[in-house]
């Protein structure tokens, strides 16, 4: 991390940067549980629910769009920013639910989507209409198709333009998304201070932040003459400002798949502008490096987005509620992943991406899969679950583009996977087959102690117990076999050690854990009892089953009583 003034301070503050060492679990409300029978999701479900979450051992919750919206994309097309979906519940339900989170210790962050607005919003409806209102400048117009319509698109195969002509206004306006999805002209001051009522209005019903959706998309400039948009950083910092100001500890976590040489413009040099970031690099390379079963590139990914302010976080994921994009991976690194876990042109998704959920792209295989999420839990960051994912849910390929990952949660052998009195779910809940409710519902796991449920409660337990993951610098040591990954990170006066093999047979690695006087040379397991004690040349030998890891703590279990304030 950057050495800069006032870390040292910062670090003495270990619980303000709450979300330096939080676990996080993304959900929607309307497929997760659905008090009112009418097959949709709300908030009175969800809060019957934050018990299994706080059992879970999840801190924060990451909520995604439950404002009014038409919902054609799954809420991120907002009608009304100041009002829930009332197929969700209303704005008490909402502040209910903030509550019951905070008694329970859980944080809640929601979407922040302002980059565009629903096609709905009385704010289009009116800048359509009347080319004098002041609405028209919230969004982007020109009078004649620009020539770039053609370029730019986010769901390549689905969406055909930037540009939509709409009849109304007699004018094309700019969507970087849907056609359904008019961006809004973020340069205009009006609209900027527009996105900070919003953020103020939230702030102040119960949540801790935001999860800022399409951030180099906000920022960049747009308009009928902008061929390449420039990003307008600074407005970042205008967001951090205002949120710091209203509540201090609330956070903004950025959704920006960007290059690493533009990381430290997102996070601000100062550790100024956005506090987390989603890693899409080590995302990316995570998954390359599970289908090759080489670590290499995964080790240049981690090394070239390490650079980060004191205060600033990676979101570690694996997978979210869109497709798995390796758009940043190179041509051939990508037929890798598709050969791996989406062979099938139906798995695949805008000429770029998987579609679909973790469990069936490992096959079910609970060796690749805890694998995948032990190192979710131990890259460098704060580790982000999917709902769902606690148990291995799978998807449904007959649902239309992302729809397929965004199934109800599966809570039981009951009609509907529990989800559910009403026999229309909204969206339907996977029945049959290895990942129907039938076989896979948290009920049945949270009855088999060795249930990927239980696993994953027991992993998240011990993850939280190692905050020198979240806090500490990492150094990947040398295993001379590019299939095992051999991370150690220190943290005050601390040091863990992690290995993970990648491939499915077993290896036998030898490293050195790279600290001095002998201080590596025992190495205690956390999850297992098979400790590993150094030879005279201070050298480890392991043996790892294919797919296995193993969680060390450096030295012994006496560490928290060695551990310094700095
Ligand atoms: C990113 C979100 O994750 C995705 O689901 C959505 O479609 C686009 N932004 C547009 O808001």
């Given at each position: 991390m950057l050495e800069l003034s006032g870390s040292r301070a910062t670090e003495l503050m270990i619980n303000d940067l709450w979300y330096k060492n939080a676990i996080f679990y993304c959900l929607s409300v309307g497929t997760y549980m659905d008090a009112n029978a009418d097959g949709v999701g709300d908030f009175r479900g969800l809060m019957r629910r934050l018990d299994y979450l706080h059992g879970l051992g999840i801190t924060a919750i990451w909520l995604m769009?439950?404002?009014?919206?038409?919902?054609?994309?799954?809420?991120?097309?907002?009608?009304?920013?100041?009002?829930?979906?009332?197929?969700?519940?209303?704005?008490?339900?909402?502040?209910e639910f903030t509550h019951g989170a905070k008694q329970r210790g859980i944080r809640v962050i929601i979407d922040l989507v302002v980059n565009h607005t629903s096609d709905q919003h009385p704010w289009f409806q009116e800048a359509r209409r009347d080319p004098k209102s002041k609405y028209r400048d919230w969004y982007v117009w020109s009078k004649t198709k620009p020539p770039q319509a053609g370029e730019g698109m986010v769901f390549p195969g689905v969406q055909k333009t930037t540009w939509t002509r709409d009849a109304v206004a007699k004018a094309y306006y700019f969507h970087r998304f849907y056609d359904f999805q008019p961006d809004l002209n973020t340069s205009n001051p009006e609209v900027q201070a527009e996105i900070l009522k919003i953020m103020g209005f939230w702030i102040q019903l119960g949540v801790s932040g935001f999860r800022m959706d399409a951030v180099p998309f906000v920022i960049g400039t747009k308009g009928?003459?902008?061929?390449?948009?420039?990003?307008?950083?600074?407005?970042?910092?205008?967001?951090?400002?205002?949120?710091?100001?209203?509540?201090?500890?609330?956070i903004i976590l950025a959704e920006a798949n960007v290059l690493p040489n533009t990381d430290l413009q997102y996070f601000g040099d100062d550790g100024d502008r956005m506090h987390m970031m989603f890693n899409f690099q080590v995302n990316q390379n995570l998954f390359y490096a599970l289908a090759a079963q080489n670590t290499q590139p995964l080790v240049k990914a981690m090394e070239k987005t390490?650079?980060?302010?004191?205060?600033?976080?990676?979101?570690?994921?694996?997978?979210?509620?869109?497709?798995?994009?390796?758009?940043?991976?190179?041509?051939?690194?990508?037929?890798?992943?598709?050969?791996?876990?989406?062979?099938?042109?139906?798995?695949?998704?805008y000429d770029r991406g998987i579609r679909r959920r973790l469990a069936p792209m490992l096959g079910g295989d609970r060796r690749r899969l805890e694998l995948a999420y032990s190192l979710m839990f131990t890259l460098p960051g704060t580790p982000v679950?999917?709902?769902?994912?606690?148990?291995?849910?799978?998807?449904?390929?007959?649902?239309?583009?992302?729809?397929?990952?965004?199934?109800?949660?599966?809570?039981?052998?009951?009609?509907?996977?529990g989800f559910t009195k009403s026999d229309k779910p909204v969206v339907p809940v996977i029945s049959?087959?290895?990942?129907?409710?039938?076989?896979?519902?948290?009920?049945?796991?949270?009855?088999?102690?060795?249930?990927?449920?239980n696993w994953m409660e027991r992993i998240i337990r011990m993850r939280k117990e190692v905050p020198e993951i979240g806090w500490g610098d990492f150094e990947a040591l040398d295993t001379r076999d590019a299939a095992v990954l051999a991370l150690r990170y220190d943290w005050r006066n601390n040091s863990v050690l992690f290995l993970h093999n990648f491939a499915s047979e077993p290896r036998e690695v030898g490293f050195g854990v790279g600290l001095k006087d002998g201080r590596g040379d025992l190495l205690v397991s956390l999850l297992s009892s098979d400790h590993?004690?150094?030879?005279?040349?201070?050298?480890?030998?392991?043996?790892?089953?294919?797919y296995g890891y193993r969680w060390y703590r450096v030295g012994g279990l006496d560490y928290l009583l060695k551990r310094t304030e700095f």
């Open positions: 769009p439950f404002q009014a919206s038409p919902g054609r994309d799954n809420g991120y097309d907002i009608s009304d920013y100041y009002n829930v979906n009332p197929a969700f519940g209303t704005l008490g339900d909402f502040v009928a003459d902008v061929r390449t948009p420039r990003e307008q950083y600074d407005m970042l910092r205008s967001l951090r400002e205002f949120l710091q100001w209203r509540v201090g500890d609330s390490k650079p980060r302010p004191y205060s600033g976080q990676w979101g570690i994921f694996l997978r979210n509620h869109d497709e798995l994009d390796l758009g940043r991976l190179s041509d051939k690194q990508r037929e890798t992943v598709f050969a791996a876990f989406g062979p099938n042109k139906d798995d695949q998704l679950v999917r709902y769902g994912d606690e148990l291995g849910m799978g998807d449904d390929l007959s649902l239309p583009e992302r729809t397929c990952g965004r199934t109800p949660m599966q809570w039981s052998t009951e009609p509907q996977g049959g087959g290895p990942y129907g409710y039938e076989h896979i519902n948290a009920a049945e796991q949270r009855r088999d102690p060795n249930s990927f449920l590993s004690r150094a030879d005279g040349r201070h050298r480890h030998t392991v043996c790892l089953e294919g």
